[in-house]
């Protein structure tokens, strides 16, 4: 079974960076698509960033400020947060699908690791 586990969350100050880590197992990773969503508090769920072998997508917010990017021979993906504000506080989710194409639904998803950036 698909199994997704983040890391690399904390809190940090305005304007510093974090960097995401998830790791996968049960798939055939390089095969996926795998993304990162975020929910804030009293929010809905949100898009932030994705990655497959058709390429590389972002939400606007955070165009720019974030990179993701994958190693596929330890299956893990990483979110590389720069120029954090306080609205990008969020707990935040990696998801994975088997398909290379971008756009959710995403089938699978790891329990989430906590952001919080401080003003």
């Known amino acids: 079974q698909v199994q997704l586990v983040e890391s690399g969350g904390g809190l940090v100050q305005a304007g510093g960076s974090l960097r995401l880590s998830c790791a996968a197992s049960?798939?055939?990773?390089?095969?996926?698509?795998m993304a990162w969503f975020r929910q804030a508090p009293g929010k809905g769920r949100e898009f932030v960033a994705a990655?497959?072998?058709?390429?590389?997508g972002y939400a606007t917010s955070v165009k720019g400020r974030f990179t993701i990017f994958r190693d596929n021979t330890k299956n893990t993906v990483h979110l590389q947060m720069n120029s954090l504000q306080p609205e990008d506080t969020a707990l935040y989710f990696c998801?994975?699908?088997?398909?290379?194409?971008?756009?959710?639904?995403?089938?699978?998803w790891g329990q989430g690791t906590q952001v919080t950036v401080s003003s």
């Open positions: 998801a994975s699908k088997s398909s290379s194409d971008l756009t959710p639904p995403y089938h699978y």
């Open positions: 049960g798939l055939t990773f390089s095969t996926y698509a």
């Open positions: 990655i497959s072998g058709s390429g590389t």
